[in-house]
């Protein structure tokens, strides 16, 4: 597969490092990016994977900011070279049920992780389409798949991302450009470790599989749908959930 510059926002959460060392493996120069104001996590984070073998750019960027989004491509296709691939991973939770869930709360979570599709996608789209090749992923949920109490916020913005998803896929087909969805099931994460024991037996025994996913397999799944092999997969979900929900 040919070099490309791959671009993964929330780099160093527990989705993003799986995906940016499957990136990596592939061969491709990746570009991670951070919340500004978090440099010295951000920096150590960054020579962390660079103990492991791994060297990647960063930057800072808010991915809910339309023109923080413009700055970011324009700096990275300067400074690294044109976006070929795109994993838009960076979200957020605000949960609440929704007699108690705040207007705040509502609007932080479907601007991270919804109006960011638009906003990292509209600066790179139509270079990819007059280049003659892309790849963008959006990693969405397996509660936007089929929700979730006290995530009303969280389900719409992570449903909302099929549609996005197979609106642009159908613009870029003929173009050379794949959009597609990923969406993770309970992974195996710090996050997810934090859920008290009980809690997360129960949840794994709702689980075909009868385990968590590992970070490794959602890397790989992206790294999948970013190859040349998946030219004919556009517009589609990719479900990796061990079977817990099968839309």
Not at 119 to 140: A, E, T
Not at 224 to 240: A, I, K, P, Q, R
Request: charged share 20%; net charge negative; with cysteine.
């Amino acid at each position: 597969m040919s070099k490309r510059v791959a671009v993964v926002t929330g780099a160093s959460g527990g989705l993003g490092e799986p995906i940016c060392k499957a990136m990596y493996e592939q061969g491709h120069t990746v570009v991670g990016s951070y919340l500004p104001g978090t440099d010295k996590e951000a920096l150590e984070w960054q020579e962390q994977m660079r103990s492991e073998g791994y060297e990647l750019f960063l930057y800072p960027l808010d991915v809910s900011d339309f023109d923080s989004c413009g700055s970011f491509v324009a700096v990275v296709e300067k400074e690294v070279g044109p976006i070929d691939i795109l994993i838009n991973n960076a979200g957020i939770t605000r949960d609440a049920p929704l007699k108690r869930l705040q207007h705040q709360q509502w609007r932080e979570v479907i601007s991270t992780n919804l109006d960011s599709m638009y906003n990292m996608c509209q600066p790179v789209f139509d270079n990819m389409c007059s280049r003659g090749w892309g790849r963008i992923v959006n990693i969405s949920s397996l509660n936007g798949e089929k929700g979730q109490f006290g995530q009303a916020n969280y389900s719409a913005a992570k449903a909302g991302i099929y549609g996005f998803t197979k609106a642009i896929a159908q613009e870029g087909a003929r173009k050379g450009v794949t959009v597609n969805a990923l969406s993770p099931g309970y992974i195996d994460s710090p996050m997810v470790r934090q859920v008290p024991e009980k809690v997360l037996e129960s949840i794994i025994g709702q689980i075909p599989v009868g385990r968590l996913g590992t970070p490794r397999e959602i890397g790989k799944a992206v790294a999948f749908l970013t190859s040349e092999d998946s030219g004919f997969v556009t517009g589609t979900n990719l479900s990796v959930n061990g079977g817990q929900y099968m839309s």
